[in-house]
C-alpha cells in the first residue's frame, strides 16, 4: 500500500487543521493506521492510531482532548482533525500502516507500522 499525507499548512494558535492519509495499492480497510509526527531536533511522537474498522482508537498525550482520528474506507482515507492547535504542535506529520490488528498496548509502538508515507508539515504560529 502507498500512502500520501496532505493538509498540513500555516495556521495560527488556536486554529484548526485537518490532516488526511490517502492509500493506494490495496483495500485500506485491511490496515490499521496511525499518525506521528516529528518536530526539528526531537525524536518522533505518537499521536493518534486507528483500527482497520474504526472502532479502537488510541491517543497520545499530547493530542488527547484537541485531536481526533477517523477513517473511510469507501474512500481509503483516515483524517487527523486537530482541533485548539498550538506552537508546539509544530511538526511533520506522517502517516503509517499495518496490514491487519495492531493490538490497543501496541498501536503507540511506531515498530508496528511497515508502511509509511511522506509528511505534511504543519506549522502554528503564535
Known amino acids: 500500500v502507498q500512502l500520501q499525507a496532505s493538509g498540513g499548512g500555516l495556521v495560527q494558535a488556536g486554529g484548526s487543521l485537518r490532516l488526511s492519509c490517502a492509500a493506494s495499492g490495496s483495500p485500506f480497510s485491511n490496515y490499521a493506521v496511525a499518525w506521528f509526527r516529528q518536530a526539528p531536533g526531537k525524536e518522533r511522537e505518537f499521536v493518534a492510531a486507528i483500527d482497520t474498522r474504526g472502532s479502537r482508537k488510541s491517543y497520545g498525550d499530547s493530542g488527547k482532548g484537541r485531536f481526533t482520528i477517523s477513517r473511510d474506507n469507501a474512500k481509503n482515507t483516515v483524517y487527523l482533525q486537530m482541533n485548539s492547535l498550538k506552537p508546539e504542535d509544530t511538526a511533520g506529520y506522517h502517516c503509517?500502516?499495518?496490514?491487519?490488528?495492531?493490538?490497543?498496548?501496541?498501536?503507540?509502538?511506531?515498530?508496528?507500522?511497515?508502511?509509511w508515507g511522506q509528511g505534511t508539515l504543519v506549522t502554528v504560529s503564535s
Open positions: 503509517a500502516a499495518r496490514f491487519g490488528t495492531v493490538v490497543l498496548s501496541e498501536m503507540s509502538n511506531s515498530i508496528r507500522y511497515n508502511y
